[in-house]
């Protein structure tokens, strides 16, 4: 319940247009999705997207991570190792 109310929260920012940042979704401690979280975060690329954002997942588990092999959703989000490593990446990528 905590990961889709933050992303919720996430969302609810976006659609006030309150983030001026790229996204970082850190899953770190996170032992376990479902499908309403998937879905959740999949809304939260689509609405990055349409306000220019960037989203990067960081710090799935080992666990969570087979969830998103399994689903092919490995391929539709950028990852990171953790929060640090996302932050590297969307600078070095412009996006911050």
């Given at each position: 319940p905590a990961i889709t109310d933050a992303i919720d929260e996430m969302l609810a920012a976006l659609d006030r247009r309150d983030l001026q940042r790229p996204l970082v979704a850190d899953l770190t401690g996170v032992d376990r999705v479902n499908s309403s979280n998937l879905s959740s975060l999949l809304r939260a690329r689509k609405a990055a997207i349409d306000t220019d954002r960037k989203l990067v997942i960081a710090g799935p588990t080992d666990r969570v991570w087979a969830v998103f092999l399994a689903t092919g959703l490995d391929k539709v989000f950028d990852f990171a190792?953790?929060?640090?490593?996302?932050?590297?990446?969307?600078?070095?990528?412009?996006?911050?």
């Open positions: 190792e953790d929060t640090a490593m996302a932050l590297a990446q969307l600078q070095i990528g412009g996006d911050l």
